[in-house]
């Protein structure tokens, strides 16, 4: 069974940088997809990012640039490296995993094909 848990979350202030992290474990599967989404007061969950087993990664709209996905080689770590970050950034940011490299991608769309996920981790932005 796969677990995830989120860490790396805080609080800073607009144009500062976070590096959230989410520990997997339980992988048997080669094949994989792992996405972040955030979710702010309010709104609808959506995507920021995703990266699959042969590192093919995407991004939602306008993080690319600001947000880096990656994985860390010797361990089941995925990374949002988040950079240069707004209020509008604020939102609780999750890590998502499916058992499959197909439709790797963090649009609103694929959410619901991602089968396990992380309880999250708070970044908040002041202006």
């Known amino acids: 069974q796969v677990r995830l848990e989120e860490s790396g979350g805080g609080s800073v202030q607009a144009g500062g940088s976070l590096r959230l992290s989410c520990a997997a474990s339980g992988f048997t599967e080669s094949e994989y997809c792992v996405g972040w989404f955030r979710q702010a007061p309010g709104k609808e969950r959506e995507g920021v990012a995703s990266?699959?087993?042969?590192?093919?990664?995407r991004y939602a709209g306008p993080r690319k640039g600001r947000f880096t996905i990656s994985k860390e080689n010797a361990e089941n770590i995925f990374l949002l490296q988040t950079n240069d970050l707004e209020s509008a950034d604020t939102a609780i940011y999750y890590c998502?995993?499916?058992?499959?490299?197909?439709?790797?991608?963090?649009?609103?769309?694929?959410?619901?094909?991602?089968?396990?996920w992380g309880q999250g981790t708070q970044v908040t932005v002041s202006a």
């Open positions: 990266i699959n087993n042969v590192g093919y990664a």
């Open positions: 998502a995993h499916k058992s499959s490299q197909w439709d790797c991608v963090p649009d609103s769309w694929a959410i619901g094909s991602y089968n396990t």
